[in-house]
C-alpha cells in the first residue's frame, strides 16, 4: 500500500458566534486540509487549523511544510511501514505540530481502511459514543449567564467556562452568575488559557470553593512554561487541575506526571503532532493513574473525527471537548462522526468514516 499522492486544500467556515478566549477571538474556522491517496485506491483524510498563539502555525506554515517536507518524503513509501513513516514525520522536522497532525490523521486513516476497522477500533475500540460539553465563551457577567442558560436548554449537562481574561474578580462574578442561572446539575469546567499566575489562581479557586460553586476542574490556570507554579496550583486547592498547554510532547507529559504537577491532562491532536504521539501520552498519564480529556481546537468535523476515534479508543480518556463543529455555520464533510445534542456517534465503516469533503 505506497503513497501515490499527497495534496492540501483550504478550508474556510464562519462561525454562527464568535469564539472568544483570554488568548484570542476566532471567527473563522480556517485549516489546511490534507488528501493523501495509496496505489490500492484508498484516500484518507487529515486536517490542520492555524493556531498562532498555542501551535504557533500559520496556514503557510502548515501548507508549506507538507507540501515541501511531508510530500517529497512520503510518496512512494508504503504504509505497511509505518512505524518509520511516523518515526520520520518526528525527526524531519522540529515543532509543526499541527501539520504533523494532518498528515499523521490521513494515515491513520488509511490504515485503518487497509484493515477494514473503523479508525477506533483499529486504536483498541474502547465505546462508540462520547458526550461532548460546550464552551462559553469570555464575555460578561449577564452575557455568559445567558449563554450558559441557553446551551444547558439545549442538553448539554457539561459547559466549559472560559476565563482568565480581566481581573480575578470579574471571573468570579462570571461563575456566580452562570451558576445562578443553570442551578446546581450541570457540570462547570473552567478553562483560563494561562491567564492566571500561581498565588492569584489558588486564591480565586480558593474563593469559589468557598462559595460552593462546585467546580469539577480548572484547565491551565498559568503559563504554559510555569510547571512549578502549575504544580503549585494542584497542591493547595482541593479542585482538580488540568494541564492543557503546557503538554504537547510524551516527553513534556512525563515531566508534569513525574513531578505531580496537575491531576489531569488534556491532550489535542494539534498539540500532540498526531495520533501516533497522543497514544504515548495517554499511555503514560494511565500508568501513572491519571485520566486524560481530548480537545481540539476549532475544525471542522474532518478533524474533529480523527480526534473523537481516538478518544473512543481508549478507556483512560474519561472526558470529551469537541463541540467546535456545532459552533460552525456550515458543514463540509460527508460521513465522519455525528451529533445528536451533546451525544456523538463514531462511524462504524471502515478509517475515519469520511466519504467526501468540500473542497473550494
Not at 53 to 77: C, F, H, M, N
Request: hydrophobic share 40%.
Amino acid at each position: 500500500m505506497n503513497i501515490v499522492h499527497l495534496e492540501t486544500f483550504r478550508v474556510s467556515v464562519p462561525l454562527h458566534t464568535p469564539f472568544k478566549t483570554a488568548l484570542r477571538t476566532v471567527h473563522t474556522a480556517e485549516a489546511i486540509g490534507v488528501r493523501m491517496v495509496c496505489d490500492n485506491g484508498i484516500t484518507g483524510w487529515g486536517e490542520a487549523p492555524p493556531t498562532l498563539v498555542i501551535t504557533g502555525d500559520s496556514l503557510k506554515s502548515i501548507e508549506s511544510v507538507i507540501l515541501d517536507v511531508y510530500k517529497p518524503a512520503l510518496v512512494g513509501r508504503s504504509l505497511l511501514n509505518h512505524e518509520s513513516i511516523f518515526q520520520d514525520i518526528h525527526k524531519l522536522l522540529v515543532g509543526n505540530h499541527s501539520a504533523k497532525a494532518a498528515v499523521d490523521m490521513a494515515i491513520y486513516d488509511c490504515l485503518s481502511q487497509h484493515s477494514r476497522l473503523p479508525l477506533y477500533q483499529y486504536l483498541g475500540g474502547y465505546r462508540n459514543t462520547l458526550e461532548t460539553d460546550y464552551t462559553v465563551s469570555v464575555n460578561s457577567p449577564a452575557e455568559m449567564a445567558e449563554d450558559a442558560l441557553l446551551y444547558s436548554m439545549q442538553g448539554f449537562d457539561v459547559l466549559k467556562i472560559k476565563v482568565g481574561k480581566d481581573e480575578i474578580g470579574t471571573d468570579i462574578k462570571r461563575i456566580q452568575a452562570i451558576r445562578q442561572v443553570i442551578g446546581d446539575s450541570v457540570k462547570i469546567r473552567l478553562d483560563a488559557n494561562q491567564g492566571w499566575e500561581a498565588k492569584a489562581a489558588v486564591r480565586a479557586i480558593r474563593i469559589m470553593e468557598d462559595l460552593d460553586l462546585n467546580i469539577e476542574l480548572v484547565e491551565q490556570p498559568v503559563p504554559a512554561h510555569d510547571l512549578e507554579g502549575l504544580k503549585k496550583v494542584t497542591d493547595n486547592v482541593d479542585t482538580l487541575i488540568m494541564a492543557d498547554e503546557s503538554v504537547f510532547s510524551p516527553q513534556q507529559a512525563f515531566q508534569v506526571l513525574k513531578t505531580r504537577s496537575a491531576d489531569l491532562i488534556n491532550i489535542k491532536l494539534m498539540k500532540a503532532g498526531g495520533i501516533y504521539q497522543a497514544q504515548k501520552i495517554n499511555a503514560l498519564a494511565e500508568i501513572c493513574g491519571v485520566e486524560c480529556m481530548v480537545g481540539s481546537m476549532i475544525e471542522t468535523r474532518l478533524g474533529i473525527t480523527a480526534a473523537a476515534h481516538f478518544a473512543a479508543s481508549k478507556k483512560n480518556i474519561t472526558r470529551f471537548d469537541f463541540d467546535a463543529p456545532l459552533m460552525l455555520s456550515d458543514d463540509i464533510v460527508t460521513g465522519g462522526i455525528q451529533y445528536n445534542g451533546r451525544t456523538i456517534t463514531i462511524p462504524d465503516s471502515p478509517g475515519l468514516g469520511i466519504k467526501s469533503v468540500q473542497i473550494h
